[in-house]
Structure formats: structure tokens, C-alpha cells
């Protein structure tokens, strides 16, 4: 019997169309699920005449495989992964290869990883982005891990892996452990960021310019040809055209409630951990979350009224066209600054796990398959060539001037949708970070007195060598004794 290259276990949407696009690119993989049916199904449907065999149990599966053994598992993050580890390492033999490639919080692939090492395994926590096209006809992969495992499932998976630049694909190791989930992790707080700067753009156009769906689908058709080439501006473009059965805009339908996986929470949570400002995502993530507070909403809508009535921009008609101009490179410049907070907190969490990132290469990954991808991937691919150690993406020429040239439209649709009333967390945040950024004195030399009067934290003082602290004896009656903790 001819044994497979591949084995992989979860036949839900993404573990199906990983398997079709495998067989496509000339491997041959055998299927086991915990619901047989399942696995019966799909041999006879889906994968009838292809080179996929089906496994009914665990030992079966590990039976029909070449050695070393590669089992990727697809089934749902968290405890379900680690009862499939506990139940495969019995069953293989040194140098075999576990890879899990759900959306998995990186710690655990750090702990997975130590853990199937220690029983003379090797192990991979992938990360897979692309939903249910981008698996079946090339997803961007992320894998992290067993080096030692990289040669052997290199072949698969950037065979399988979306191509740019005409055959480079969208696949490369990206460090030990759980760097690879990492790396995936912050691609979707990227997305959370993107998703909800779209969403203001829409709002602001729809609610405050009175635009109707098919002029928007004209801006987001326009957009899509310029600076803003992306997946997300072409799906919403999409969106914005699709019509019900009565012929209304099916958008306009749906309830105003966003849903989420937590992807964008750990996201948050990892620059917490590392003090990384991540403030556009952390609004774009807080943005859902007062999107789901729908019923506490409607109440209070009608009793903080707003004052301002629809179309409350107020613009003549020759004035929307550049008043959406403005909203464009408001949206362009806000997207640059979410990129620049991602690529920061990869920065600080390579420092932190001793990864050695290479950030070009990850903007490379992320340009073709995956939710993120935007031709100015490329911009920020070739930032990082010029300057491997570049502290943030602004500080590049191209960033830089272009955040330049869109920040007068910025600070006017900032300004005009606060006076307004409408709520736009993503671009405000934005603003105010890269303000924050660029500004050499910010007050916290208030707050560090404050500290310093109410809990003896000690600060520094710009008369003195930094690493000197210093402690006032604010109220006469605090005496000379300090925190023995000082945290900036």
C-alpha cells in the first residue's frame, strides 16, 4: 500500500479545502475525523476519485503515513488540540511531526512545543489565513515551531501557499515556538483595525453624507484601483452592491451587532504584556464589543439624543466629492498607523522571545492568500529592507510623507465627525497616537508626580543621567523612604 505524504484531522471548512488544495498540488493525504460520518462523506463526495484515503481511527491514520509522520491537526484552539497530542504521541516515533494549525493563543504553542520536544517529537504551531477560499486555493501559512521540522513540511505547504511576485510564495518559517501563531495573532488584530476603519469610513459616508449604497460602491470600486488596493476594500465594495430580494442593499439588513473569535483580544492583551500602544486596535476591538451591546444602545439613544440630524455634515453637493477625498486619505493614513502598531509589537515580542523576526519577510507573507492583504504590503516589505532595525514604519520616508500629505484630510474629518457626534474610535485613536508619537514632551511628567505623591514611585529628572531616581517629600510629612518599584 502506497502511504500518504500527509495526514490531518478536522474535516471542518478550512481542514477540507486545506486537504483539497493539497491533493490539487500533487500530494496525497489521508483524512480522519471524530465524527466518522463526517470522514465518509467527504471521501465519497468531495474528495471521490482523489488521491485522499480515509482514516476511522487514530492508529489508522498513523498506519497510512510516511515517515517522519506529519499530522496536521484542524479542529477547534484550545483543549481539543491538546487531547489529540496526548492521543497521537503514543502512537509515533522520534522525529514524527505534530502540526496544529488552528487559531491558537501562542502560549499554548510555546508550551506545545516544549512539551512533544520532550517526547522526542517535533512540533509546528501554524498559523493559516485566508478563510475558506484562501485555503482551498492558497492561503498565506505562518509556521512556527521545530526547526528541525521545517524541511520536511516545506514542500506541502508553500506548495499550497498563495504566490506573489509570480511564484514567491506566501510561506516561510518564522522562528521557534510560538512565533508563528504569534506573527498570526497580530495579523488579526491588524485585521480588527482595517475592518473597523472601513466601517467608519461607511458610516461617516453613509449616515453624515447621506450617501446611498450603490455611491458607495462607486468610492469603494475608485479606492480599490488606488493607495487602498486591498481584499477588504474589494469585499466591501462587493457588499455595498449586493442587493435582497426586494432590491435594497441586503447591508442595510443586517443587524449592527459584531461578532469575534477573541483573536483581536489576545492581540490586545500581548502589547499589554509588552507596553506596546496598540491603540487603534484595542478601539477596533472595543468597537465590537459596544456594537453587542445593542438593546443597552437603542435605550440609550433615546435618552442621550443627538442633536444633530442626518446629512449633519451639511455639505453642498460640489463639496461631498472632497469631503470623501478627505475620508479616503483619513482611512489611508489610519490603516499606515495600525500596520506601524503591528509591526511594533512584533518588534518588542522578538526582543522578548528572542525570535529574530525578519519583518520584511512577514510583510511579504501577508501580501498575497490572507484577510490583510494590500498592495502597500509591498511599501512596508521594502521599509524594512532599507532598515531592518527601523523602530516604526513612520519613521520610514514613504510612511512618513505619506501620512504627511493626508494629514490636513485627516484632522478635518476628525474634526468634523467629533463636532457631529458621530462615533469614529479607530480614526480618532489613530490621530492621537501618531501625535503622541511625534511629540519630544508628553505630560507624564505630571503623572510620574503624581506617583511619586501618593506612593513614593520614585522618577527621573532631565537636569540628571537617566537611570537616577528621585523622591519629593511632597507634604512635609512622607520622609526620605521611596517604592522600591519604578516602572515607565
Same mark, same amino acid.
Given at each position: 500500500?502506497?502511504?500518504?505524504?500527509?495526514?490531518?484531522?478536522?474535516?471542518?471548512?478550512?481542514?477540507?479545502?486545506? =486537504?483539497? !488544495?493539497?491533493?490539487? %498540488?500533487?500530494?496525497?493525504?489521508?483524512?480522519?475525523?471524530?465524527? *466518522?460520518?463526517?470522514? #465518509?462523506?467527504?471521501?465519497?463526495?468531495?474528495?471521490?476519485?482523489?488521491?485522499?484515503?480515509?482514516?476511522?481511527?487514530?492508529?489508522?491514520?498513523?498506519?497510512?503515513?510516511?515517515?517522519?509522520?506529519?499530522?496536521?491537526?484542524?479542529?477547534?484552539?484550545?483543549?481539543?488540540?491538546?487531547?489529540?497530542?496526548?492521543?497521537?504521541?503514543?502512537?509515533?516515533?522520534?522525529?514524527?511531526?505534530?502540526?496544529?494549525?488552528?487559531? #491558537?493563543?501562542?502560549?499554548?504553542?510555546?508550551?506545545?512545543?516544549?512539551?512533544?520536544?520532550?517526547?522526542?517529537?517535533?512540533?509546528?504551531?501554524?498559523?493559516?489565513?485566508?478563510?475558506?477560499?484562501?485555503?482551498?486555493?492558497?492561503?498565506?501559512?505562518?509556521?512556527?515551531?521545530?526547526?528541525?521540522?521545517?524541511?520536511?513540511?516545506?514542500?506541502?505547504?508553500?506548495?499550497?501557499?498563495?504566490? +506573489?511576485?509570480?511564484?514567491?510564495?506566501?510561506?516561510?518559517?518564522?522562528?521557534?515556538?510560538?512565533?508563528?501563531?504569534?506573527?498570526?495573532?497580530?495579523?488579526?488584530?491588524?485585521?480588527?483595525?482595517?475592518?473597523?476603519?472601513?466601517?467608519?469610513?461607511?458610516?461617516?459616508?453613509?449616515?453624515?453624507?447621506?450617501?446611498? *449604497?450603490?455611491?458607495?460602491?462607486?468610492?469603494? %470600486?475608485?479606492?480599490?484601483?488606488? =493607495?487602498?488596493?486591498?481584499?477588504?476594500?474589494?469585499?466591501? &465594495?462587493?457588499?455595498?452592491?449586493?442587493?435582497?430580494?426586494?432590491?435594497?442593499?441586503?447591508?442595510?439588513?443586517?443587524?449592527?451587532?459584531?461578532?469575534?473569535?477573541?483573536?483581536?483580544?489576545?492581540?490586545?492583551?500581548?502589547?499589554?504584556?509588552?507596553?506596546?500602544?496598540? #491603540?487603534?486596535?484595542?478601539?477596533? =476591538?472595543?468597537?465590537?464589543?459596544?456594537?453587542?451591546?445593542?438593546?443597552?444602545?437603542?435605550?440609550?439613544?433615546?435618552?442621550?439624543?443627538?442633536?444633530?440630524?442626518?446629512?449633519?455634515?451639511?455639505?453642498?453637493?460640489?463639496?461631498?466629492?472632497?469631503?470623501?477625498?478627505?475620508?479616503?486619505?483619513?482611512?489611508?493614513?489610519?490603516?499606515?498607523?495600525? $500596520?506601524?502598531?503591528?509591526?511594533?509589537?512584533?518588534?518588542?515580542?522578538?526582543?522578548?522571545?528572542?525570535?529574530?523576526?525578519?519583518?520584511?519577510?512577514?510583510?511579504?507573507?501577508?501580501?498575497?492568500?490572507?484577510?490583510? &492583504?494590500?498592495?502597500?504590503?509591498? !511599501?512596508?516589505?521594502?521599509?524594512?529592507?532599507?532598515?531592518?532595525?527601523?523602530?516604526?514604519?513612520?519613521?520610514?520616508?514613504?510612511?512618513?510623507?505619506?501620512?504627511?500629505? *493626508?494629514?490636513?484630510?485627516? &484632522?478635518? +474629518?476628525?474634526?468634523?465627525?467629533?463636532?457631529?457626534?458621530?462615533?469614529?474610535?479607530?480614526?480618532?485613536?489613530?490621530?492621537?497616537?501618531?501625535?503622541?508619537?511625534?511629540?519630544?514632551?508628553?505630560?507624564?511628567?505630571?503623572?510620574?508626580?503624581?506617583?511619586? $505623591?501618593?506612593?513614593?514611585?520614585?522618577?527621573?529628572?532631565?537636569?540628571?543621567?537617566?537611570?537616577?531616581?528621585?523622591?519629593?517629600?511632597?507634604?512635609?510629612?512622607?520622609?526620605?523612604?521611596?517604592? #522600591?518599584?519604578?516602572?515607565?
Amino acid at each position: 500500500m502506497n502511504k500518504c505524504d500527509i495526514g490531518l484531522i478536522g474535516l471542518a471548512v478550512m481542514g477540507e479545502n486545506l =486537504v483539497m !488544495n493539497m491533493e490539487s %498540488k500533487g500530494f496525497s493525504i489521508c483524512v480522519y475525523n471524530r465524527t *466518522a460520518d463526517k470522514t #465518509t462523506n467527504f471521501i465519497e463526495g468531495r474528495a471521490k476519485g482523489k488521491n485522499i484515503s480515509a482514516a476511522y481511527s487514530l492508529e489508522e491514520l498513523v498506519n497510512k503515513l510516511k515517515s517522519p509522520r506529519k499530522i496536521m491537526i484542524m479542529v477547534k484552539a484550545g483543549k481539543p488540540v491538546d487531547d489529540y497530542i496526548e492521543a497521537l504521541i503514543p502512537l509515533l516515533s522520534k522525529g514524527d511531526i505534530i502540526i496544529d494549525g488552528g487559531n #491558537t493563543y501562542y502560549p499554548d504553542t510555546i508550551r506545545r512545543t516544549k512539551y512533544v520536544e520532550s517526547n522526542g517529537l517535533l512540533f509546528i504551531g501554524t498559523g493559516v489565513s485566508g478563510g475558506e477560499e484562501g485555503a482551498l486555493k492558497g492561503p498565506s501559512i505562518m509556521p512556527g515551531g521545530s526547526k528541525d521540522a521545517w524541511e520536511h513540511v516545506k514542500p506541502i505547504f508553500q506548495a499550497i501557499a498563495a504566490k +506573489v511576485d509570480g511564484d514567491i510564495p506566501c510561506c516561510e518559517w518564522i522562528a521557534n515556538d510560538g512565533a508563528g501563531h504569534y506573527v498570526k495573532m497580530v495579523h488579526n488584530g491588524i485585521e480588527y483595525g482595517d475592518m473597523q476603519l472601513i466601517c467608519e469610513a461607511y458610516y461617516l459616508m453613509k449616515e453624515y453624507l447621506g450617501m446611498s *449604497a450603490d455611491e458607495m460602491y462607486e468610492v469603494f %470600486k475608485k479606492w480599490n484601483e488606488d =493607495v487602498l488596493d486591498s481584499y477588504l476594500i474589494e469585499i466591501t &465594495r462587493d457588499i455595498l452592491a449586493y442587493k435582497d430580494k426586494d432590491g435594497s442593499p441586503i447591508v442595510e439588513k443586517i443587524l449592527d451587532t459584531a461578532g469575534q473569535k477573541g483573536t483581536g483580544k489576545w492581540t490586545s492583551v500581548a502589547a499589554l504584556d509588552e507596553g506596546t500602544p496598540l #491603540t487603534l486596535i484595542n478601539e477596533a =476591538v472595543f468597537a465590537r464589543c459596544l456594537s453587542a451591546i445593542k438593546d443597552e444602545r437603542v435605550r440609550a439613544s433615546q435618552i442621550l439624543k443627538n442633536d444633530k440630524p442626518k446629512n449633519h455634515f451639511n455639505v453642498a453637493d460640489e463639496e461631498k466629492e472632497k469631503l470623501v477625498n478627505d475620508i479616503k486619505e483619513t482611512l489611508f493614513a489610519s490603516k499606515i498607523i495600525s $500596520y506601524a502598531q503591528g509591526f511594533a509589537l512584533l518588534r518588542a515580542a522578538s526582543k522578548t522571545y528572542n525570535w529574530n523576526l525578519d519583518y520584511g519577510a512577514i510583510a511579504l507573507l501577508w501580501r498575497g492568500g490572507c484577510i490583510i &492583504r494590500s498592495s502597500f504590503l509591498s !511599501n512596508i516589505k521594502e521599509a524594512f529592507d532599507k532598515n531592518p532595525e527601523l523602530d516604526n514604519l513612520l519613521l520610514d520616508s514613504y510612511f512618513n510623507n505619506a501620512i504627511e500629505n *493626508a494629514l490636513p484630510s485627516w &484632522r478635518r +474629518v476628525c474634526a468634523k465627525a467629533l463636532l457631529s457626534g458621530a462615533p469614529i474610535p479607530a480614526f480618532a485613536s489613530a490621530l492621537t497616537y501618531y501625535d503622541g508619537y511625534r511629540t519630544a514632551r508628553l505630560p507624564a511628567n505630571l503623572l510620574q508626580a503624581q506617583r511619586d $505623591y501618593f506612593g513614593a514611585h520614585t522618577y527621573e529628572r532631565i537636569d540628571k543621567p537617566r537611570g537616577e531616581y528621585f523622591h519629593t517629600d511632597w507634604t512635609g510629612q512622607g520622609g526620605s523612604t521611596a517604592s #522600591t518599584i519604578y516602572s515607565v
